[in-house]
DNA sequence: CTTGACTCTGACGTCAACGTGAAGGTTTAG
DNA sequence: CTAAACCTTCACGTTGACGTCAGAGTCAAG
């Protein structure tokens, strides 16, 4: 298929699709007109991009995180543990940031229940 | 303390500590000469903020969060003595907040799962 | 009273992750 | 055949959270 078919398919915007490209996350085919060729293996890859996008990862580090991910398409590289570690911290330094949230909510549910018997 | 020793306390380089000042997250007392005079308090508050950039809230969404995340430090703002709903408001928002950040942490446990399986 | 560390206010630079638009070539539906 | 739809590269714009000077004022110590 052709990058628009891909947007339409990912939901991603054709600008978005170049710019993974040209961040070394895609490497689609190119007809002799120039034309991206993609296959449905990176209908499934632009969706783990964005997966990963979405738990807060830059591109760089999907960039390395990628072979690492492979489901059919390569094979497994020593930057794995070290990934897994990453995506831990990552995960609990959330973990963190929502204990502090919640500390801050259960605060903010004090000063209102103060704020009611007083006014 | 100055701006270069609560530097050195948090972490945190003068230039963001007067990025936060600028984006109405500190508001330190003056010299006359024009320097800035910090407390204690500061120390925490900048604490707090760091946490909450780590865990990928925006500056902005601090600046509205911190008026509620009072400890007893002074950093009362306007907005919260006054109403009531004011507050139910600023801790929905913090509700949502911590929604986002539960499902990038489900996210996240969704690919280590996976990649501890496939490595 | 001068030195050297510290601080001030601009103001431009940067990086990420795109968006937007220009200027123009290609493919396809009717 | 033509117009729409799609494609290309080039290149500047945007937002957020700072970095990095420049040029000048401030302050404690010798």
């Known amino acids: 298929m052709r990058i628009g078919e891909l947007s339409r398919r990912t939901g991603v915007s054709e600008r978005a699709l ?6 070394g996350l895609l490497r689609p085919q190119r007809r002799p007109s ?12 632009v969706r783990r991009i964005r997966v990963l996008l979405a738990a807060g990862l830059t591109l760089a ?5 990628l072979p690492c991910m492979v489901d059919d398409d390569g094979l497994l590289l020593p930057s794995c543990p070290e990934l897994v570690d990453e995506l831990v911290k990552h995960r609990d330094r959330i973990g963190e ?10 605060n903010l549910d004090t000063i209102i ?4 018997r007083a006014g």
């Open 34 to 45: 120039g034309y991206r060729v993609y296959g449905d293996a990176d209908v499934a890859a």
């Open 113 to 116: 229940a103060a704020e009611r």
């Open 18 to 23: 170049r710019y993974y490209e040209e961040q």
């Open 97 to 106: 940031a929502i204990g502090e949230l919640e500390a801050t909510r259960a």
């Open 61 to 65: 580090q999907i960039v390395a995180a």
